[in-house]
């Protein structure tokens, strides 16, 4: 999975346009995703790390100078501005010395939180959180995650116990404990073995989910979302969360890292590895049976 992760030294330092901040990395994210090239159209020349954190360095024209010095967390694109898609999959990642962003996709955060988590924050734990908004999950509803092993599953099972829903889940055997840790009232390997209950929401992080083979957990109102963006309701037509960009991108970040700062939340990086270290294992990067993306710190 890892055999053509390398490091490239020719890389120049890029400058900042009118409205673009340039972000000093200090730490980025790495998923099974990224480095297996599935989402990336296996490009070799592509810089990886969909979650990024840093500190701005320069700003371009109309971004205010008072910025400066700034710890950031970026958007990786859910957004889906202009000029965008998906950071470390349809354009080069945070696995860079240095970074150009959106000033509006850099969001500031508490210089006291632990620079290690910030990439979970901006990658999984925004992934996660937009998939509950999407399906409007309230409190003392009941909510079954499936994949939730995969991508941002596990991230979503933590903000969807946050909101005080009761929690179910699908995911491989050696996934359960951790996620019952996480708050989950029930972990199983499959559907067929959860038994017969209904839920409100059903939040899909299946590499090859589909609403189809589900549905019938349902509740008559309920509503299945995938991290794909689908959304569908048994009485009316399926849509697509991503036709239009999230506005509240922004908001999301912020309200993360406050959810983070009270203690609300605890983002823990499966793994935390330096960047000169990287090529030294690769084959342990992400080990096979890991909850969440390693954390390589610059």
């Known amino acids: 999975m890892t055999d053509a992760l390398e490091v490239r030294e020719d890389c120049t330092v890029p400058r900042p346009r009118a409205g673009e901040v340039l972000v000093k990395v200090m730490a980025f994210s790495l998923s099974r995703q990224e480095l297996s090239g599935d989402f990336t159209g296996g490009d070799k020349g592509r810089i990886v790390g969909s979650g990024v954190a840093g500190r701005i360095v320069a700003v371009g024209e109309d971004v205010p100078a008072w910025r400066l010095g700034d710890i950031v967390i970026i958007d990786p694109g859910l957004g889906r501005r202009e000029g965008g898609g998906l950071l470390g999959i349809d354009r080069d990642g945070g696995g860079a010395e240095y970074l150009v962003a959106s000033a509006l996709d850099a969001c500031a955060v508490p210089a006291e939180l632990p620079i290690n988590i910030l990439p979970l924050l901006s990658s999984h734990y925004s ?5 509950l908004t999407w399906a ?3 409190s003392a509803e009941t909510i079954l995650v ?3 092993n995969e991508g941002a599953g ?4 933590e903000l969807a116990v946050a909101r005080q829903a009761t929690v179910h889940a699908v995911a491989e055997d050696w996934a359960h404990n951790a996620l019952a840790a996480l708050g989950a009232k029930q972990v199983e390997r499959s559907l067929a073995e959860l038994g017969h209950f209904k839920a409100n929401v059903i939040a899909d992080f299946r590499t090859e989910g589909a609403w189809w083979d589900c549905s019938a957990l349902l509740e008559e109102d309920g509503i299945y979302v995938s991290s794909k963006g689908d959304i569908v309701r048994n009485s009316a037509p399926a849509i697509s969360a991503l036709d239009e960009p999230d506005i509240f991108t922004m908001e999301t970040l ?8 009270q203690g609300k939340l605890a983002p823990k990086p499966a793994k935390v590895v330096e960047f000169c270290s990287i090529l030294q294992d690769a084959s342990e990067i992400i080990p096979k049976q890991q909850l969440g993306p390693t954390v390589v710190i610059m």
């Not at 992934?127 to 998939?131: F, K």
């Not at 912020?254 to 700062?261: D, R, S």
């Open 127 to 131: 992934l996660g959180e937009r998939v």
């Open 136 to 138: 409007r999950l309230y």
């Open 146 to 148: 499936l994949g939730a």
């Open 154 to 157: 596990p991230a979503a099972v």
């Open 254 to 261: 912020e309200h993360l890292a406050h959810m983070t700062e």
